[in-house]
């Protein structure tokens, strides 16, 4: 039996990735932070995760007298490290504490990630996961974990520039935005460059994105690829610099590999700032995506899709923001704050 929290308004967060290093998790985790309704929350932030320092990590938790505990899963920091996992055993089932975990992600991690995933499943007090697919997923396999579980949808990292340009003062014609590493769709995104560059001479197709360590060597060789057929290249920007540079541009292609879904905050951030976007339907691609976005699969199809976007009147790229902006807003959280917010709800319950 759970015991109600002491304090409904605090929250111990735990992540293994915080900016300014580099993870979407980790940026997550930096947004709620951020957010008034996390004023008392305190935050843990270990750069270590070696075995034999979890009876450290757990001297360095019971300093706080914080009852509700949040764990950030999966983040790049954790360097598939078991000690999550045991973290969550011990306050789950030897404290008086309340454990809970966003589950960021669990389908598409390996399978020696995903069996470990599973004593988050069923030892948590609570989950917390980011789009209702992967609750549905773990469901089939723990069949009791909807009676612990919440879907809270994410905000984008990226804000939502001052000023959205009027698609005919746009600067750029094609973006792509995320990280920059490999299985994101970046080659299929170059190949489009290219193409389009044989038959529009003065296309402007540019990409942005942040580039995690590991990735420098991969980001150097795409830079070489690509240097013919992109105009601009803007790495590890800040917030507010991204949204400036989005907002000026007509149209995204997010080729993801497994298909748009709603923990893709890069394609929030896109459509927030009145892209249109062409992506690829997948097995989490939801009916707010199937309303607002263009759907291509093939690089020949999409250099016609983008050359026939690029010919339509500044009334279609109006009517087309509106209906994003309306879609948006009653689909998904408007605001870091109302995120934080159902997280208070949902753990005092």
Request: hydrophobic letters at 40%; glycine letters at 4%.
């Amino acid at each position: 039996m759970q015991e109600k929290f002491k304090d409904k308004n605090k929250m111990l967060v735990i992540t293994g990735t915080y900016p300014p290093e580099i993870c979407g998790a980790g940026d997550y985790t930096f947004k709620l932070m951020q957010t008034s309704i996390a004023q008392d929350w305190e935050l843990k932030y270990f750069k270590r995760w070696q075995l034999s320092t979890i009876f450290s990590k757990i001297k360095e938790i019971n300093k706080s007298k914080i009852e509700t505990i949040n764990l950030q899963y999966p983040t790049m920091g954790y360097q598939g490290s078991f000690v999550p996992h045991l973290l969550c055993l011990y306050y789950s089932l030897f404290s008086k504490k309340n454990f809970t975990v966003t589950i960021h992600e669990s389908s598409q991690l390996s399978f020696k990630a995903k069996l470990s995933t599973y004593i988050f499943f069923v030892f948590a007090n609570r989950l917390i996961f980011t789009n209702k697919f992967e609750l549905n997923i773990a469901s089939k396999i723990v069949f009791w974990i909807k009676s612990k579980s919440k879907v809270i949808k994410i905000y984008s990292n990226i804000e939502t520039s001052n000023v959205i340009y009027p698609i005919e003062t746009r600067k750029y014609d094609l973006v792509y935005f995320g990280l920059i590493r490999p299985q994101k769709g970046l080659e299929e995104f170059i190949l489009v460059t290219k193409l389009l560059k044989q038959k529009i001479i003065n296309i402007n197709a540019i990409l942005v994105g942040k580039v995690q360590p590991e990735y420098e060597e991969y980001a150097n060789e795409l830079i070489k690829d690509s240097q013919l057929s992109l105009t601009h290249i803007f790495f590890n920007k800040e917030s507010n610099e991204v949204a400036e540079i989005l907002s000026n541009s007509k149209i995204a292609y997010l080729p993801f590999p497994d298909g748009i879904s709603e923990r893709r905050g890069s394609a929030l951030a896109v459509l927030k700032n009145g892209c249109l976007l062409i992506t690829k339907r997948g097995e989490f691609t939801t009916e707010t995506f199937e309303k607002i976005c263009f759907f291509e699969n093939q690089p020949n199809v999409v250099v016609l899709k983008i050359e026939d976007l690029l010919q339509e009147t500044n009334t279609f790229f109006q009517k087309a923001q509106l209906l994003t902006n309306q879609v948006l807003n009653e689909q998904l959280p408007k605001s870091w704050d109302e995120v934080a917010l159902e997280y208070k709800f949902f753990l005092s319950l």
